[in-house]
C-alpha cells in the first residue's frame, strides 16, 4: 500500500463523519471500516503519528457501534504507538480508556492487562504514575476475584517502589501480596511476601518496624510454619546481636535466593548502617520498664 | 719371713681349719638345710632383677626395644611363677629349729612373693588382679579395679613417663581425626545435597501455585471452546442445507432450460 493511499482512505473517512448540509447523520460504520486500513497503512508506513490518530477516530467509530470490545482494542493499539512516540502522558490516557471500554465489556481481565501493559511502558519514564497503574490494575483483579493473576502485579509494583526507595510503601505492598495469597491458599508466596517485607523494612533499617512486622506475620499458621519463618527468625536475632557474619551468611542462603531479584539484592547488601547501636538500644529499653513496674 | 709368706700360710691354715668355725658352719648349714630359704633367695634376686628391667623397658624411647624387654620380663615372669608352687610345698615343711609362727611367715611370704612377681609391669593390661592372697594371710587385700582393654592404661602400676602420655595424646588425637574426617566430608556431602533440596522444593512449590493459578484459566478455555465447537457444528449444518439447496435450484434450473437448449 503507498502512503498516499491510507491518507487518501483517512480524507474518505473523514468527510464519511464530518456532519454537514448534506450529511445529517454520520456513517460511522463505513468511516470505522475506513479509518482502520488507514491505520494499519500508517503503521505499515511508520507513520506513527497518523497512525495513531486514525487508530483513536477508529476506536471512536466502534464507540459509536456500540462494540466496545473492538473500540478498546483499537485504543490499545493507539496507545502502543503512543509509546513508540514517547508520549507518556497519551499512552497512560489511551490505556486507562482502553481498560474502561473492557470493563463496559464486562471483562476484567484484559482491563487490567491494559493497565499492566500502560505500567509496564511507564516504569522507567514515570514511575509514581506507573505504580498507580499497577495498583488500579491490581484492585481491578480483586474486585472480580482473580487475585491470582495479581501476584505478578503486585510484584512489578514492589520492584518498581524498591526502586524509588520508598520502602515502607513497598513492604505495605508486599504486605498487601500476602494477602492476596492467603485468599488464594497460597502458602508459599505468601510466606515469601512475609519474608521480602521483613527485608525490606531491615534494609530501611527501620528495626522495630521489622520486629513489628514479624510478630503481626507469627499470628498466621502458614508462615509460622514454614522456612522462611524461621530464616526471618534467625535474621533478626543475628541483628538483635549485631553479627554482621551471620546476617551475611543468612542473605547467602537458599530460602532468600529463591526471593524476588530485587529483594535478594537489597538482602545481600544488608546490613545497613550499624547494628552495634541496635545492642545498646534493646538494653537501654528494658531498663525504663523495670522501673515502671514497680506499681 | 716376708708379708706375703705370712699370708699365704694363713689362708692355707683357715681353710684347713675352717670345718671347726662354728660361726661359719652354722650360716652355710642354714642355708644348705634350708631349701625353702635357698628357693626364696633365688626367687627374690630373680624379681629383682625384672623390676629393674621393666622400669628400663618403662623409660625406653624406642617402642622395638620396650616391646622386647617387656617380652623378656613377662619370660621371667612366668618362670618365677613356675617356681612358686615348689617354694609353697617347701614353706609346709615342717624344718628343726624354726618356729610355727616363722612357719607361717614363710607362707604368707610366698603369697607376697607372688604378688611382687605378678606385680612387675611389662607393658601389657592386666586383668582383673586377685584380691589378697589365699586362705591364710591377711597380706595383700588391695583392690584392684577391673581396667578394660582398649587404650586404657591409666593403671597405678603404669609409671607414666613424658613420652608415654605424649604418645597416648598422639594416638587419641588420630583416632578423633580420622572419624572427624569422614565426618567433614559426610557433611559437606550433605551440605550439597540439602542445597540442591532446597532449590527444588523452592521449584516445586511455584510450579504447584503456577498450575493452581492456570486451572480456572483451563476452565474458561473449556467453556469457550465448547460452545464454540457447538457455533460451528450449528453452522456446518446450516451451510450444508444452504447449499444442498443451491445445488437443488441449480439443477432445477438446469433441466428446465434443457428442452430449450437441445431441442428434440
Known amino acids: 500500500m503507498a502512503g498516499s493511499d491510507p491518507q487518501k482512505l483517512m480524507t474518505k473517512a473523514d468527510k464519511l463523519t464530518q456532519l454537514s448540509l448534506t450529511r445529517w447523520s454520520a456513517d460511522w460504520k463505513n468511516a470505522s471500516v475506513l479509518?482502520?486500513?488507514?491505520?494499519?497503512?500508517?503503521?505499515?508506513?511508520?507513520?506513527?503519528?497518523?497512525?495513531?490518530?486514525?487508530?483513536?477516530?477508529?476506536?471512536?467509530?466502534?464507540?459509536?457501534?456500540?462494540?466496545?470490545?473492538?473500540?478498546?482494542?483499537?485504543?490499545?493499539?493507539?496507545?502502543?504507538?503512543?509509546?513508540?512516540?514517547?508520549?507518556?502522558s497519551e499512552v497512560a490516557d489511551f490505556y486507562r480508556k482502553a481498560s474502561e471500554l473492557y470493563n463496559e465489556c464486562g471483562r476484567s481481565q484484559p482491563a487490567s492487562d491494559a493497565l499492566a501493559k500502560a505500567a509496564r511502558a511507564l516504569e522507567d519514564a514515570v514511575p509514581e504514575d506507573a505504580v498507580q497503574l499497577y495498583i488500579d490494575a491490581c484492585e481491578?483483579?480483586?474486585?472480580?476475584?482473580?487475585?491470582?493473576?495479581?501476584?505478578?502485579?503486585?510484584?512489578?509494583?514492589?520492584?518498581?517502589?524498591?526502586?524509588?526507595?520508598?520502602?515502607?510503601?513497598?513492604?505495605?505492598?508486599?504486605?498487601?501480596?500476602?494477602?492476596?495469597?492467603?485468599k488464594c491458599n497460597a502458602t508459599n508466596s505468601q510466606c515469601k511476601a512475609y519474608l521480602g517485607a521483613i527485608i525490606v523494612y531491615?534494609?530501611?533499617?527501620?528495626?522495630?518496624?521489622?520486629?513489628?512486622?514479624?510478630?503481626?506475620?507469627?499470628?498466621?499458621?502458614?508462615?509460622?510454619?514454614?522456612?522462611?519463618?524461621?530464616?526471618?527468625?534467625?535474621?533478626?536475632?543475628?541483628?538483635?546481636?549485631?553479627?554482621?557474619?551471620?546476617?551475611?551468611?543468612?542473605?547467602?542462603?537458599?530460602?532468600?535466593?529463591?526471593?524476588?531479584?530485587?529483594?535478594?539484592?537489597?538482602?545481600r547488601k544488608l546490613p545497613t548502617g550499624d547494628i552495634s547501636g541496635l545492642k545498646m538500644d534493646a538494653g537501654k529499653e528494658d531498663e525504663p520498664l523495670d522501673e515502671n513496674d514497680l506499681t | 719371713?716376708?708379708?706375703?709368706?705370712?699370708?699365704?700360710?694363713?689362708?692355707?691354715?683357715?681353710?684347713?681349719?675352717?670345718?671347726?668355725?662354728?660361726?661359719?658352719?652354722?650360716?652355710?648349714?642354714?642355708?644348705g638345710d634350708d631349701a625353702f630359704a635357698r628357693l626364696y633367695g633365688v626367687v627374690e634376686a630373680d624379681l629383682d632383677a625384672a623390676?629393674?628391667?621393666?622400669?628400663?623397658?618403662?623409660?625406653?624411647?624406642?617402642?622395638?626395644?620396650?616391646?622386647?624387654?617387656?617380652a623378656e620380663i613377662r619370660r621371667t615372669k612366668a618362670r618365677l611363677l613356675e617356681e612358686l608352687p615348689k617354694l609353697q610345698r617347701l614353706a609346709f615343711k615342717k624344718i628343726k629349729g624354726l618356729s610355727k609362727e616363722e612357719l607361717e611367715a614363710r607362707s604368707d611370704l610366698v603369697s607376697a612373693l607372688k604378688d611382687?612377681?605378678?606385680?612387675?609391669?611389662?607393658?601389657?593390661?592386666?586383668?582383673?588382679?586377685?584380691?589378697?592372697?589365699?586362705?591364710?594371710?591377711?597380706?595383700y587385700t588391695g583392690i584392684k579395679i577391673d581396667s578394660n582393654s582398649g587404650g586404657n592404661f591409666d593403671n597405678e602400676y603404669f609409671q607414666e613417663t613424658q613420652e608415654s602420655n605424649q604418645f597416648r595424646q598422639e594416638y587419641e588425637m588420630r583416632r578423633t581425626k580420622q572419624a572427624s574426617c569422614f565426618v567433614i566430608v559426610l557433611d559437606q556431602g550433605l551440605d550439597v545435597i540439602a542445597e540442591g533440596l532446597d532449590t527444588l522444593k523452592n521449584m516445586a512449590h511455584d510450579m504447584n501455585e503456577e498450575l493452581d493459578r492456570q486451572v480456572p484459566m483451563m476452565d474458561e478455555i473449556d467453556e469457550k471452546v465448547d460452545k464454540a465447537t457447538s457455533d460451528l457444528k450449528n453452522t456446518n449444518v446450516r451451510l450444508k442445507h444452504t447449499v444442498t439447496q443451491c445445488v437443488e435450484v441449480r439443477v432445477t434450473l438446469v433441466f428446465k432450460q434443457l428442452p430449450q437448449l437441445y431441442p428434440l
Open chain 2, 116 to 139: 611382687r612377681i605378678e606385680a612387675i609391669p611389662d607393658g601389657s593390661t592386666t586383668a582383673t588382679k586377685k584380691t589378697g592372697g589365699g586362705a591364710t594371710s591377711t597380706s
Open chain 2, 51 to 70: 623390676l629393674e628391667k621393666s622400669e628400663t623397658a618403662a623409660g625406653e624411647k624406642n617402642r622395638a626395644t620396650a616391646v622386647a624387654m617387656n
Open chain 1, 140 to 182: 481491578i483483579l480483586e474486585e472480580d476475584g482473580k487475585e491470582q493473576m495479581a501476584f505478578d502485579l503486585y510484584r512489578a509494583a514492589t520492584n518498581v517502589y524498591i526502586k524509588l526507595e520508598k520502602y515502607t510503601d513497598a513492604a505495605a505492598f508486599l504486605l498487601r501480596l500476602g494477602l492476596a495469597a492467603d
Open chain 1, 35 to 88: 479509518y482502520e486500513q488507514a491505520a494499519n497503512g500508517f503503521r505499515v508506513a511508520k507513520n506513527y503519528d497518523k497512525a495513531k490518530l486514525a487508530f483513536e477516530k477508529a476506536s471512536k467509530g466502534q464507540e459509536m457501534l456500540s462494540s466496545p470490545w473492538d473500540a478498546a482494542k483499537h485504543m490499545e493499539a493507539a496507545a502502543a504507538l503512543a509509546k513508540e512516540l514517547g508520549n507518556w
Open chain 1, 202 to 267: 531491615l534494609y530501611a533499617h527501620d528495626i522495630k518496624q521489622a520486629e513489628k512486622c514479624y510478630n503481626d506475620c507469627s499470628q498466621i499458621d502458614a508462615f509460622l510454619r514454614s522456612d522462611q519463618n524461621r530464616c526471618a527468625s534467625k535474621l533478626l536475632s543475628a541483628y538483635m546481636e549485631g553479627d554482621i557474619e551471620e546476617i551475611k551468611r543468612l542473605s547467602q542462603s537458599s530460602t532468600i535466593s529463591n526471593l524476588d531479584h530485587m529483594i535478594i539484592r537489597i538482602a
Open chain 2, 1 to 31: 719371713m716376708s708379708v706375703i709368706d705370712l699370708i699365704t700360710r694363713v689362708d692355707a691354715i683357715c681353710k684347713k681349719y675352717d670345718k671347726y668355725d662354728v660361726d661359719k658352719q652354722k650360716e652355710l648349714n642354714v642355708s
